[in-house]
């Protein structure tokens, strides 16, 4: 069992929004103890894992949360959670392109901008 603590710093991820992910039902039931403080399992940690994953890879929150629900409702949900997994696959794929187009270009430009500036500061002096 871990505390907010705790998990706040394996994740990253602050109190407020580990409270605000449980609130929206994303964690599910967080399991509390006597004195009513949160108690994290490592399947919690496994589930916000998977959020950050989806989040960081441009899914919202709408789209995780109807992700975890299709997850809690068992096999019977497999095909839907393959199709949506397959569509944003598909969106980071063609981002990742997008990003690539763009590097190259600044690669174009950073090379042109080197060449120009070792015209004009000449030779290296030892």
Known sequence: MYSIQEVSQK????????????????????????SG?????DDDLEVLSGICC??????????????LELSREGDQTL????ELLEAHRNKVLAQMEQMQTHLD???R???YYTEKLRA???PERD
């Open 120 to 122: 004009y500061e000449g």
């Open 54 to 67: 989806l989040k960081n890879t441009g899914m919202s929150l709408r789209e995780i949360a109807r992700f």
């Open 37 to 41: 403080f949160r108690q994290y399992t």
């Open 109 to 111: 430009k950073l090379n």
């Open 11 to 34: 994740t990253g991820l602050t109190a407020h929004t580990l409270r605000f992910y449980e609130k929206e039902g994303l964690l599910g039931s967080v399991e509390r103890s006597e």
């Open 79 to 82: 095909r839907q959670r393959v």
């Open 105 to 107: 270009k600044v690669t």
